[in-house]
């Protein structure tokens, strides 16, 4: 009688053990099968480094205030979710080769900008991310919107010196010619 008494317990251990064992490789099956049909999704990030340079402060310093940009991630989305770059997303990673309507345009504009992530790492730091489930259009398209996104930001940089230039050039001619205007005066006084 001792000898059963003593074996049930051994023998319900074993039993547990045999149930943990067995839920185990149930459990990791599961992961397992879930993993392999589970879709993928692959996410490229780049990170770009925004300078604060202005190119009309140093030559109006005293003079005029400048204005300063405090979150570049909101200027940033608003330059890289504009209809121009999206359209070019469009044509890089191939989605315009079927020819979609206009509502399937809008339909993967919105996809698109959905699965992109923009935010300030630091003050000066934009970091872009996209996730898609093809590995290779996540590369391109980060690729190619950090690249429309700094060919954008040059371009302003580029109006703003050419803007800064022609204001500076119009207000020389503006005292040249009240320079001038001085000098007939003068001349006229002492004649």
């Known amino acids: 009688l001792r000898s059963r008494a003593a074996r049930r317990p051994q023998h319900e ?13 149930v459990i990791a099956a599961v992961g397992l099968l879930l993993g392999t ?8 990030a780049t990170t770009i480094l925004v300078q604060e340079s202005n190119i009309i402060k ?8 400048a204005t300063g940009i405090a979150d ?12 121009k770059i999206m359209d ?6 191939g989605w315009m080769k079927d020819k979609p309507s206009a509502l ?30 093809n590995a ?17 930001s040059l371009a302003a940089k580029e109006r703003e ?11 020389v001619n503006d005292y040249r010619k009240k320079l001038t205007d001085a000098e007939d005066k003068l001349k006229e006084y002492r004649a």
């Open 161 to 171: 010196s050419r803007e800064a230039y022609e204001f500076i050039s119009n207000q």
């Open 58 to 65: 140093p030559l109006m310093e005293g003079r005029a205030v």
């Open 104 to 133: 399937r345009q809008e339909r993967i504009i919105e996809g698109i900008k959905d699965r992109t992530t923009l935010s300030n790492l630091r003050e000066n730091l934009i970091r872009i991310e996209y996730t898609d489930s």
């Open 136 to 152: 290779d259009r996540a590369f391109l398209v980060t690729k190619r919107l950090a690249d429309l996104f700094i060919q954008e």
């Open 88 to 93: 070019d997303i469009l044509v890089t990673a």
């Open 72 to 83: 570049h991630a909101s200027i940033a989305r608003e330059v890289i979710f504009s209809r």
């Open 37 to 44: 049909f589970w879709p993928k999704k692959y996410s490229a």
């Open 13 to 25: 251990a074993r039993r547990r053990r045999v149930a943990l064992v067995l839920m185990f490789a």
